[in-house]
Nanobody, 124 residues
Framework: EVQLVESGGALVHAGGSLSLSCLVS????????IGWFRQGPGKEREAVSC????????YYADSVKGRFTVSSDNAKKMVYLKMNSLKPEDTAIYYC?????????????????WGQGTQVAVAS
């Protein structure tokens, strides 16, 4: 059974940093792609970043490029999203999602498995 569990959400001030974690289990290592998505208050869910478990390639949304970094620790089956220079507009519930993909994808329709989400709030 595939399970994704996020953690690390918190309240931070603008300009601060936060690191989210996603514990990944159930995939046949490492043929999976993990995406990070977020849904802000009153907004549609949007893609933030994704990483290939196979080769470590990454991709970022323009809104977070240069501020967020996605990484993985395959031994620990963890995927991280390090967020720097946080802005109030980064406030959202952050989800990690996974699936067996041979491409990097920022399309939520490509992901079957989702975590429960973790809340990030950025105060101005």
């Amino acid at each position: 059974e595939v399970q994704l569990v996020e953690s690390g959400g918190a309240l931070v001030h603008a300009g601060g940093s936060l690191s989210l974690s996603c514990l990944v289990s159930g995939f046949t290592y490492p043929d999976y792609t993990i995406g990070w998505f977020r849904q802000g208050p009153g907004k549609e869910r949007e893609a933030v970043s994704c990483i290939s478990g196979y080769n470590g390639r990454t991709y970022y949304a323009d809104s977070v490029k240069g501020r967020f970094t996605v990484s993985s620790d395959n031994a620990k089956k963890m995927v991280y999203l390090k967020m720097n220079s946080l802005k109030p507009e980064d406030t959202a519930i952050y989800y990690c999602a996974g699936d067996i993909l041979d491409i990097l994808s920022m399309d939520e329709e490509d992901y079957e498995y989702w975590g429960q989400g973790t809340q990030v709030a950025v105060a101005s």
